[in-house]
């Protein structure tokens, strides 16, 4: 792998930077994170991990899209961010590129409501950024602390109230192409209450042909203490989104003609999704239950779905789903051996069934009769344990184990093209063992290995022979993941974040269409593949007013051991995936609320498909944003802002469809975009 030479410059004139974008007033040393079950310092978590505080996220953003608040983030790479309807695509040290639509290979925490459901899929479009305070994200496999499809963590967390002011706020953002967005926001506590209740309105016509939006979206969180350390937590979340329209894919021919136009069949077809979801949730938590502390969580999530795919045949998908799981656990801190040690084991329990049917579309547009109904039900049982154990002051050893049983099972009833029912069990054992080194108050070093597993989601086990329901032939992909890390903060004002990682992955899944399936995408285990690279990021506060952040990624992700239809793959790129990246931040805040801050980004090129033959190019995309604030006395009042996304109105492509058939491998992303709002609070 070659180093680009701007990259090398930058190496050598910067230790390795931040992955962490602070609070006001709070440093790095001081941050406690979650999302590895075990509560603990960051500077004594043995694994990469970023956290992203509530600043980075709200300040002058739209509050659209994750990319908004991960950019700064190494080691993910976010794609899709104008289409609606398919959703963002987030690759995390290349789990999760393989995903055509939505997200896979990568566990997705809401509040502790795990939104990854047990076949291994997610979706982003609940998250309500409005609120959300605070993002974790694990930069490397977690199967023993989440069990399947955990090749990376994001882990979002809201508002509850406890930590806001009693008051309201509501925003007004508009835009480019019709953007427009509208929200509210109430916090607010009273004894032993406390809660926060957000909505929001969205209506968006899109860069390109056939991209119109519809969504609202509303949240909440009321918290009970109950007293002697014990609350209770319950949690709603509701989307409507009646409308998101697929602009779909384009060839480069299209692409050069056209790059607003809408692909093949999409606006004849009116493609795009339609969405009602409804998320529940309820949490206990007792700090004083016996000599440890106790948290149960249950959660219920009902979703209706309906799209239409860009391709005539059976291409009007329908599902009702219904998503229910419990988990538990206990954690407890006590002495072993005469050393200090901490320790959480439970057990969780979750099932998702989705009552889907298909349907045919001529080619004339018209809906014609059912092709597919079925029940899927995937059922996944976990039970876990990690533990710390602190040999001396400085030195801590975490080990962990995990066990997990996952089942896939189709009810076919749809009697005319024979029974398509089938099932399919997996046993997997995962494990972690890690090493954190605070040499230095301020300092750490650390080392870990673990293993994650994966295995398809029902899209992903379609038999491309059209019979026998589940393909036999598909197997889950398994992953050894090395790493070492430093990470500390100078008393210069510099805090700085470095991590080597190698990760070795056994029958990679990946994505591909047949010729004369459209946009049908099947998946097949591609043999091995390894991913090593380094990340880096640091920060720099140069006075009260200055900060610089930058992150980088330099990786290789290649295939080691992969033949298919006769060819032979071995040594080449996994597709969709740059290996350098290259992400810059600059803030200024001045008094009384008034900030700007402008982002550079460097995304490295990529290939398109296994055989390496379809380019894509590297490409710089700035950003610009910055906004002030009206006080009454020490009342905030109103805050303006506004954004210029795309400063240099570069070509560059949002997505790009790995494997296509047809050649339709791109979806053009807009050119130079801006927006600007007015938030009042009173």
Do not use: C
Not at 105 to 133: H, N
Not at 164 to 180: E, H, K, P, W, Y
Request: charged share 25%.
């Amino acid at each position: 792998m070659q180093t680009p030479k701007y990259i090398s410059l930058f190496l050598s004139g910067l230790i390795a930077p931040s992955i962490t974008t602070t609070a006001h007033g709070q440093t790095p040393a001081d941050i406690v994170v979650t999302s590895p079950v075990i509560e603990r310092a960051l500077y004594e978590t043995p694994a990469a991990m970023s956290v992203i505080q509530q600043p980075a996220i709200h300040e002058g953003q739209p509050r659209l899209k994750l990319d908004e608040s991960l950019s700064q983030v190494p080691g993910i790479f976010l794609q899709n961010q104008e289409n609606f309807a398919q959703g963002e695509r987030i690759a995390i040290r290349g789990f999760g590129a393989r995903a055509p639509f939505g997200v896979r290979g990568i566990t997705v925490m809401v509040d502790g409501i795990p939104y990854t459901l047990p076949d291994g899929q997610a979706q982003l479009d609940a998250i309500d950024l409005d609120t959300a305070e605070r993002i974790e994200v694990i930069r490397g496999p977690a199967s023993v602390l989440y069990g399947n499809a955990a090749g990376g963590v994001i882990s979002v967390t809201t508002a509850d109230g406890r930590r806001q002011a009693d008051q309201t706020s509501i925003r007004v953002t508009g835009g480019s192409n019709d953007f427009g967005k509208f929200s509210i926001n109430n916090n607010g506590s009273n004894g032993p209450w406390s809660h926060n209740i957000s909505a929001s309105a969205l209506s968006y016509e899109g860069y390109r042909d056939q991209a119109k939006v519809e969504k609202y979206l509303f949240n909440t969180k009321l918290r009970r203490e109950l007293g002697n350390d014990r609350s209770v937590t319950a949690i709603i979340n509701l989307l409507q989104n009646p409308r998101s329209e697929d602009p779909g894919a384009l060839t480069a021919e299209q692409v050069k003609a056209d790059r607003s136009q809408a692909g093949k069949f999409t606006e004849k077809f009116d493609t795009g999704q339609t969405v009602d979801q409804q998320v529940l949730g309820l949490q206990y938590r007792d700090l004083s239950a016996g000599p440890g502390e106790l948290r149960v969580k249950a959660f219920y999530m009902r979703r209706n779905f309906e799209q239409q795919l860009p391709y005539p045949g059976d291409s009007r998908i329908d599902y009702d789903r219904d998503y229910f799981g419990a988990r538990t656990d206990y954690r407890q801190s006590l002495e072993l051996a005469g050393f200090p040690f901490r320790y959480v084991a439970g057990v969780e329990a979750r099932q998702q069934r989705d009552d889907r049917i298909r349907r045919e579309m001529s080619f004339g547009g018209n809906l014609q009769d059912l092709t597919a109904d079925e029940l899927q039900t995937a059922t996944a049982l976990g039970a876990f344990a990690q533990g710390d154990l602190n040999l001396t002051n400085q030195l801590m050893l975490s080990v962990g184990g995990r066990l997990d049983r996952i089942r896939l099972k189709v009810n076919d009833d749809f009697a005319s093209d024979g029974n398509q029912s089938g099932n399919r069990t997996f046993r997997e054992w995962s494990g972690s063992a890690g090493l954190s080194y605070r040499y230095l108050d301020s300092h750490q070093a650390y080392a870990n290995i673990s293993t994650a597993f994966e295995t398809p989601t029902f899209s992903e086990f379609a038999n491309p022979t059209g019979v026998g329901g589940l393909n036999p032939e598909t197997e889950p992909q398994k992953s050894l993941n090395q790493e070492l890390g430093l990470r500390g903060q100078l008393n210069s004002g510099i805090d700085y974040d470095l991590s080597l990682f190698w990760v070795d992955v056994r029958d990679e899944l990946i994505p591909y269409e047949l010729t004369g399936s459209d946009d049908r995408t099947f998946y097949r285990n591609a043999g091995d593949t390894t991913r090593k690279g380094l990340e880096a990021s640091a920060g720099w506060l140069l006075t009260p007013s200055w900060r610089i952040d930058s992150a980088l990624t330099l990786a290789r992700y290649k295939f080691d051991n992969y033949r298919s239809a006769g060819n032979r793959y071995d040594g080449n790129r996994l597709p969709g995936l740059p290996e350098q990246t290259w992400s810059n931040r600059l803030q200024w805040h001045g008094l009384g609320g008034t900030f700007a801050t402008l982002e550079a980004r460097y995304i490295g090129d990529m290939v398109a498909d296994d055989a390496n033959e379809v380019k894509v190019d590297d490409y710089w995309l700035v950003n610009l944003r910055a906004g002030d604030a009206l006080y009454a006395g020490r009342n905030l009042l109103l805050k303006g802002f506004l954004g210029v996304r795309n400063l240099g109105d570069k070509d560059y492509f949002a997505n790009v469809r790995i494997n296509a058939s047809n050649d339709r491998y791109f979806e053009p992303a807009s050119g130079r975009t801006w927006y600007a709002g007015l938030e009042f609070t009173f």
